[in-house]
């Protein structure tokens, strides 16, 4: 007997993407998703002038490029913005890390994923966000430039998608 593979869809996600729904599943789903971002936005609200660092979660301590992402998170904290970040590990970690400990603001937005994705432990805030493009206009949203770190190569798109679609020259990249 195989073994079940782990990076399964929850059912909900599941649903959504077999195709045409009824008309009830879908007001349902929107509801959803409205309820996500009122969330978000309620949460975040107050939160300051932020800076995004965008970066992946698979560097370690050890590297340079986290240890690069320290040194910004930092610099950002003493020029008075709140570092936002996904929330988890690796180079998101490093720069709340280096606010945190400079004395600044350190916020996160965790997605809710099926095995990983935990709120690294500097943090003074945090939400979960159960859908990615919820959480891409909340990373944008409050945001007053943003700083991309290496990524892992199936990142690149997605965050070449946040600059795309939102860069109204409006923001520093």
């Not at 978000?40 to 609200?45: E, L």
Request: charged share 20%; aromatic share 16%; glycine share 8%.
């Amino acid at each position: 007997m195989k073994k079940e593979q782990q990076n399964r869809l929850y059912r909900e996600e599941s649903l959504f993407v077999q195709g045409l729904l009824s008309r009830f599943r879908d007001l349902v789903f929107v509801f959803k998703v409205f309820i996500s971002f009122i969330r978000a936005f309620r949460k975040m609200h107050f939160i300051g002038p932020c800076v995004t660092i965008f970066g992946s979660a698979r560097f370690g301590p050890e590297m340079d490029h986290y240890q690069d992402a320290e040194r910004i998170g930092a610099a950002m904290a003493k020029l008075g913005f709140t570092v936002m970040t996904g929330g988890g590990p690796g180079i998101m970690e490093a720069a709340n890390k280096g606010a945190y400990e400079a004395g600044g603001y350190s916020v996160g937005c965790n997605i809710i994923l099926p095995i990983e994705q935990k709120p690294n432990p500097y943090l003074h805030k945090w939400i979960y966000i159960p859908y990615f493009f919820v959480r891409k206009v909340i990373l944008v949203k409050y945001s007053f430039a943003f700083i991309v770190m290496p990524v892992r190569c199936n990142k690149c798109l997605y965050n070449a998608t946040i600059f795309v679609s939102h860069n109204d020259n409006q923001f520093t990249i």
